[in-house]
């Protein structure tokens, strides 16, 4: 039985993903092609990918929507409709976690690169 391999886009696709089950598959087979071709750089930069798989952002799961109890943090973390949204919710509701995971995700998978020569911070000249 011939092993099937993953394409590169393939690969991408489940490395940015945000199920960690797919990300640490991805991450063993990785490793495994790494072992494979005896490259210690490559099986360097698998382990180094394993140790960023189990950073909070990719293991971190909303809890699922209860309406009839107004909690709605999946849909919060989901909704890409709106560009501002409001979390509410009392002590220890995970908002912060919620709010965390919605900006990183946009930051990472949906912000646009900076462009080259557009300038960041204020102007000393505007009051």
Request: glycine share 6%; hydrophobic share 25%.
């Amino acid at each position: 039985m011939k092993k099937q391999s993953l394409t590169p886009q393939q690969l991408q696709q489940a490395l940015s993903s945000s199920d960690p089950e797919t990300v640490r598959l991805a991450c063993d087979y990785l490793e495994a092609e790494a072992h494979r071709s005896g490259d210690k750089a490559r099986i360097a930069d698998a382990r180094k990918l394993r140790q960023v798989s189990t950073h909070p952002l990719y293991r971190w799961k909303p809890r699922p929507d209860q309406p009839r109890l107004f909690d709605n943090q999946t849909a919060f973390d989901t909704d890409r409709s709106h560009r501002v949204s409001v979390c509410l919710g009392g002590t220890g509701s995970g908002k912060s976690d919620c709010a965390a995971h919605r900006v990183a995700n946009f930051l990472l998978h949906e912000q646009e690169p900076p462009r080259k020569g557009k300038k960041w911070g204020r102007d000393s000249n505007r009051e």
